[in-house]
């Protein structure tokens, strides 16, 4: 498997500001997903992002709030705009392998 | 520490016993299931798989059951250690779709 890795780790943002977390993968993948992780709750789906057009965001998510870039088939990011305290949550970056998913160690986000 | 399994059910097991943990999936059509270990400060690991025309899979001391008849997934542990302790998901997949959708977890702690 590949090696995905995010940054920041973490951060402290005030609230009205943007924050860009950025995920790379150590070799070419052809689909990279963002997931929200909420405090005390499983991973939820933000949308799927693909080299060469825009992402497909899932219900409840619109690319205003959530813009997502992919410039090449090994790097990715995720935007949270405007942030406010309801944005405060661990976001993950995932590619598909054949199979499985693999993660990446997330970015733990507050929003004050 | 940190952890994401603050609200989420907690299974609290003795050291040295089995661990059952179990996911009710909604999706009829899914027919490939993932178990992830989520540990405090990181992202979700691979731990087992299933497809649908299998009903058990066992892995190193993990064992996967698949009952598609009601729709339940359960992850078996044998002699849990304390580096069990986590956080587990359940992710479940149709063919149709490249999407992981993940259940709501449990929280193992394991006693000393």
């Known amino acids: 498997s590949a090696v995905i890795s995010q940054k920041p780790s973490r951060d402290i943002c005030q609230r009205g500001t943007s924050l860009t977390i950025q995920c790379q993968v150590d070799?070419?993948?052809?689909?990279m997903f963002w997931y929200r992780q909420q405090p005390g709750q499983s991973l939820t789906l933000i949308a799927t992002?693909?080299?060469?057009?825009?992402?497909?965001?899932e219900s409840g998510f619109v690319i205003d709030k959530f813009p997502i870039s992919r410039p090449n088939l090994t790097f990715s990011t995720l935007t949270v705009s405007n942030m406010s305290p309801e944005d405060s949550s661990i976001y993950l970056c995932s590619y598909r392998g054949s199979s499985e998913a693999f993660f990446g160690q997330g970015t733990r986000l507050t929003v004050v | 520490g940190e952890s994401v399994g603050l609200h989420l059910p907690t299974l609290s097991v003795q050291e040295g016993d089995n661990s059952i943990i179990n996911c009710a999936y909604s999706n009829s059509a899914s027919d490939y299931f993932i178990w992830y270990k989520q540990e405090s400060g990181k992202g979700p690991q691979f731990i087992i798989d299933?497809?649908?025309?299998?009903d058990k899979r066992q892995g190193q001391r993990v064992t996967v059951l698949l009952n598609k008849t009601v729709k339940h997934l359960s992850l078996q542990i044998a002699a849990t250690q304390p580096g069990d302790s986590a956080v587990y998901f359940c992710?479940?997949?149709?063919?149709?779709?490249?999407?992981?959708?993940f259940g709501s977890g449990t929280r193992l702690l394991v006693r000393p």
């Open positions: 992710a479940e997949n149709s063919g149709s779709s490249y999407k992981l959708i």
């Open positions: 070799s070419q993948v052809t689909m």
């Open positions: 299933i497809r649908s025309n299998m």
């Open positions: 992002a693909n080299q060469g057009s825009e992402a497909t965001y």
